[in-house]
């Protein structure tokens, strides 16, 4: 009940479509009513002229019994000699009203259902997208993109279509009780003493139906990740010729899936025969009782028809209701992991009252700075780091690989908060500004470029949509990217593929660097941004950077140590700590770490060109 409460508080906001579609409900149910109490006078009036003239009886006032007689509904609806033309229109009246309720209603409850799905959609969307790097490490991009796609789907079936059937079956079982009551309520009691047979198994049922639909939608959402990993790596799989290995995961991971979804037809299907077993259990009885109230003239054929019409109407909502019920249940298994990254808490969080970074004009210190990956408390970490970047240094963070220099980096930003310490900008301890300000401060350049599937203009002025193209062109010739561009068969609107696809790694680079320069951060960090270039896109990303690199504060995480010779400070990493600082004369000559990378490199190129 919990999780469907949190389900509906997104439909709160239009609680006025769905109050006007119960009301409207509420009058479909009454019409079914009415279509059952008609069925008496059809029998007994209708088709029986010879029966005297006398006034309809429909039902009995429950509070005062009063008799209600056709014709307290339909004015001139008196005896036989008008009693066909009266239900006649009766009929027409009851089955249109019935039609045009049930249709307004029915576009209500789908048009509330279907906005608070998109609402609930696009809340967890921007909770997930919020989150930090620590979660999404924890959590596959497939799984992630299961749930908010095929789990919020179920969601919207069970909120929209099953929710107006479930008022829908509701008030006709409403409907269609008040008329079995009125005719005969002991009848009608022991006629309704088999629900309590049907109602709770279902609900035994509908518990393992919410278990069978997790598991289900956790086979979905394992299919997703081997679909998602497959295509995006497809020229791996290729490469190592592992095609016939990915088709067996994807088969035994449907396989897993189709158990599940068949484990659920067979729950869910289980209620329908229970109710058809217990329902002809009392049509059997209620004949055997009808037969001897008709002889003793307490009881009509009309009137025993009718009741019994409504009753097996009811029936029918009954057992749909078990089938919405599995729905729901089905719905509410599949939300569990909806409202878990609802729940998550955000590790990157503002502090009240943030304020905003308007400029850096400092430095930025790693203040004694300590740092463990949470997901891996016994791993690698960062210890007792201290490091000034003064404005407008150009420092290098060098290292061997797992030294830590993109963690390092990465704490500027607020990718990850550190564990003890702090990162000050100007003195103030990162945490103390609110996030859009401190990252509009920081332009990042990694080795892994990626892009999205737009234009190349786009790309470039992601992050500030609205752009003049001419201010897009002005950064792309800066970062040497515009003549490329230039070529490409729409020039600036042409789509660039999904990750760049359709462009070289230097020329995706050299667009990365345009929405850097386009950006105009002061404070600028170069993650290995040349490290997967041949030596002609090298050249030409140097340059490229070179110009994105004047004026700023830059701090420079580089393999090939000849690309950092310049820089004002050369910073030596090993094992989280810092073992060596200075500038490249100083340190190549130093008998430490830097020395031995820049040897062994020295040596590795010599052998390259002897080759």
Known sequence: MRDLLRLLAFAKRYWVYLLLSVLLMACVGAAHGMTALLIGPIFDRVLNPASIDAPVLLFKDPVFHHPVYLSHIVPGALHNRSIWTMVAFAILAVFLTKGICDYLANYLVNYVGCSAVTDLRNTVFDKVVRQGAQFFEAHSTGRLMSSIMNDIEKIQVAVSHILADLLRQTFVVLGLLFVILNMDWKLALVSLTVLPFVLIPTARIGRRIRRTSRRSQDHAAE??????????????????????????????????????????VRQQALASPLIEIFGAITIVCLLTYARTQIKAHTLTAGEFTSFVIALLMMYEPVKRLTGIHNIFEQAIGASQKVFEYLAHAEEIQEKPGAIKLERFTGSIRFDNVGFRYPLSPNGFQLKGLDLEVKAGEVVAVVGPSGAGKTTLVNLVPRFYDVASGAVRIDGRDVRDYDLASLRSMVGIVAQDTFLFNDTAANNIAYGRPGTPLREIRDAAQSALADEFIGRLPDGYSTIIGERGVKLSGGQRQRIAIARALLKNAPILILDEATSHLDTESELLVQDALANLMTGRTVIVIAHRLSTIRRADKIVVLERGGIFEVGTHEELVNGGGIYQRLHELQFVEAGSVMDL
């Open 223 to 264: 299919l997703n990740e081997i679909l998602q990993e497959t295509l995006s790596g497809h020229q791996v799989v290729k490469a190592f010729g592992t095609e016939q290995y990915e088709s067996r995961r994807f088969r035994q991971a449907a396989q897993g899936l189709l158990k599940s979804n068949l484990r659920y």
